[in-house]
């Protein structure tokens, strides 16, 4: 009981002193607070930001034993002054005996990608592809701003395209173009499959 009234008398001789100590705890727990909710609202706003913004990717592909490039916006903003580059420059020899040249990506500019939508490029021929670049390893970068201005840029560490190889075996478009000439012969050419009777001769028809 003696304890309890020397612990009463001596907060009231310290009432002053222990008022300083509160307000001093509220202070720094009320400044904590303000700093937590503006990190949270900052959060929100980069995660908004990143939602609702264009997202352009620079890829090869394979379709129909074609190797194509493509750019497509998979973000919910529009994309504009999309230039894509890649290193080293892939090396198209599209007619024999003649010097191979790099396709320079960086020369074309994309005014305007919408949303959802894609570019796709003719590269070459899957077997011609790998014959004059034989590493398939590229470096990729596309660069783009949005309709503030905003400037992004989308780095790739080097890719290697080796997978695309085997998608199709090598004699895969030799079989289309001899069901092609099937189905020609089936519509009115003759027999030997050759063009029909009167019509013109297709190139590569022998």
């Not at 695309?164 to 027999?191: H, N, T």
Request: net charge neutral.
């Amino acid at each position: 009981m003696e304890f309890i009234q020397m612990l009463i008398r001596m907060l009231n001789s310290n009432e002053g002193f222990l008022m300083a100590i509160l307000t001093f705890v509220y202070v720094i727990t009320t400044i904590g607070i303000l700093r937590s909710t503006h990190k949270s609202q900052q959060q929100a706003a980069k995660f908004h930001e990143e939602e609702h913004r264009p997202y352009v990717i620079f890829n090869l592909i394979i379709e129909d034993d074609m190797i194509m490039s493509v750019r497509s916006n998979i973000g919910k903003r529009p994309a504009y002054d999309v230039r894509a580059t890649i290193d080293p420059p892939i090396v198209v020899n599209y007619v024999a005996f003649e010097p191979r040249e790099p396709i320079c990506y960086k020369d074309v500019l994309i005014p305007m990608l919408a949303p959802g939508q894609a570019i796709k490029d003719f590269v070459n021929d899957r077997r011609s592809f790998f014959r004059d670049n034989p590493d398939a390893t590229f470096t990729m970068e596309v660069s783009y701003r949005d309709s503030l201005n905003i400037k992004y840029k989308e780095p790739t560490t080097p890719q290697c395209f080796k997978h695309l190889r085997d998608v199709f075996p090598d004699d895969w478009l030799e079989k289309q173009i001899i069901l092609a000439k099937k189905m020609y012969c089936g519509q009115g050419g003759s027999s030997q499959g050759g063009p029909p009777v009167g019509g013109p001769r297709p190139q590569g028809w022998k």
